[in-house]
């Protein structure tokens, strides 16, 4: 499509990674499922050495299918060169990290980060020679300090997974950058839509394209996209492991992202509404979303960011976890189940582990991911679901 380079956002989601040679005109590429390519010759097989994008080379590197979607995330990050697809978002944390950390080395992984990521850098990663040091979500410039010789990579994920504060991303890039240090991020809550990482001073950026991308609540996937300085150790690291990502998924995914835009407005306007009324709520003391003022690093959300997504939490006034379960057991309209970032609402309880900092709001959390149904029907919902509210 238009290889122009400067559309807006919403012009290049509908543009992007749509390659009339790779599909024959069909709008959205098909379903390649492919291990083995044929080729005419040994000569053409060799030819095809080293595997590319845009020559097919065997299944695991990728078809017209798979290298859309690539491409169509790479061209929403602006100053990227490549993304790679993995089998879920995990996987992907793991792919990013993996290519920039050896033995010996440590890694400066923010304190707030989503669950499995920890767990990653506690087990894995430990096992093998990497230290990981906790960082305090707001540190800011403060991060220069924590670098030591063996620092290699900082890993930010902003907002933080439960809690939400808002990270001051140019600031940790440009310490890290000043020492030849790694940076990444979970860009999974705003989307390349919504703060392009990699123009900010990141080198690479991690989306589990299992939530707003997909956006359906039916595929597991995930991706990491890089500067030109990280792009061939990211693709050779994801190559050793063998790590590839089913067409079905990456067509879903396009063709998920094609609605992003449309779909993030509505969660955007939806969630603000009920987090503002939420705040006005007796039993709820505390709202926890980084388009409130009230949130850490509000200031750097309206500095950075071009929009608000779906998910964010409340801290319930009084009660226990067991009232706080019940409360959301009684929720009609919102799921229960892990995720997010699909059409549906959900609740579960908001829970996080912290080695370095701790929060500074004390009561049961809950984790709300609001969806696309009429933010009215679930303001309803919630009402009746805190009239029984203990608190
Ligand atoms: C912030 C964040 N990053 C990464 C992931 C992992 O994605 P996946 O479930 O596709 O492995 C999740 C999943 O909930 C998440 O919330």
Aim: a negative charge.
């Amino acid at each position: 499509m238009s290889k122009r380079k400067d559309l807006r956002p919403d012009t290049n989601l509908v543009a992007a990674g749509r390659r009339p040679e790779w599909t024959s005109g069909i709008v959205n590429p098909p379903v390649f499922r492919a291990s083995t390519i044929l080729f005419d010759s040994v000569a053409e097989m060799q030819a095809a050495e080293p595997p590319q994008d845009g020559t097919l080379h065997y299944g695991r590197n990728g078809t017209p299918t798979t290298w859309a979607l690539q491409e169509a995330i790479t061209e929403l990050e602006p100053g990227a060169a490549l993304t790679r697809l993995y089998p879920s978002g995990a996987a992907a944390v793991a792919g990013a990290l993996l290519s920039v950390l050896s033995a010996g080395d440590e890694l400066l992984m923010v304190d707030s980060a989503y669950g499995p990521t920890r767990g990653l850098c506690d087990t894995v990663l430990k096992r093998y020679g990497v230290t990981t040091h906790y960082y305090d979500p707001m540190i800011g410039a403060g991060i220069a300090d924590l670098i030591g010789e063996k620092t290699r990579a900082i890993f930010l994920e902003s907002p933080g997974t439960h809690t939400f504060e808002v990270q001051d991303i140019p600031t940790i890039c440009a310490a890290a950058q000043a020492q030849g240090v790694a940076t990444l991020i979970d860009n999974t809550w705003a989307t390349p839509l919504y703060l392009p990482a990699i123009g900010l001073g990141v080198d690479l950026s991690i989306l589990a394209c299992t939530k707003y991308i997909g956006g359906h609540a039916d595929v597991m996937l995930g991706s990491v996209t890089a500067t030109e300085g990280f792009a061939q150790r990211l693709e050779r690291t994801r190559r050793m492991l063998g790590q590839s990502a089913g067409p079905d998924d990456a067509w879903l995914a396009l063709r998920g992202l094609r609605t992003l835009s449309v779909r993030l407005a509505r969660h955007q306007e939806s969630a603000l509404k009920i987090a503002h009324w939420l705040e006005q709520q007796p039993k709820v003391a505390r709202v926890l979303h980084p388009a409130l003022p009230s949130c850490p690093g509000h200031e750097f959300f309206s500095r950075d960011f071009k929009g608000a997504t779906g998910l964010f939490a409340f801290v319930l006034a009084g009660g226990d976890a067991a009232a706080r379960n019940a409360l959301i057991d009684r929720l009609d309209l919102f799921g229960i189940g892990w995720s997010w970032g699909g059409y549906e609402s959900l609740a579960v309880p908001g829970g996080f582990t912290r080695t370095a900092t701790t929060p500074d709001f004390e009561g049961p959390l809950v984790r709300l991911h609001i969806g696309l149904e009429d933010p009215d029907d679930l303001i309803e919902d919630l009402e009746r679901a805190l009239a029984d509210y203990p608190g």
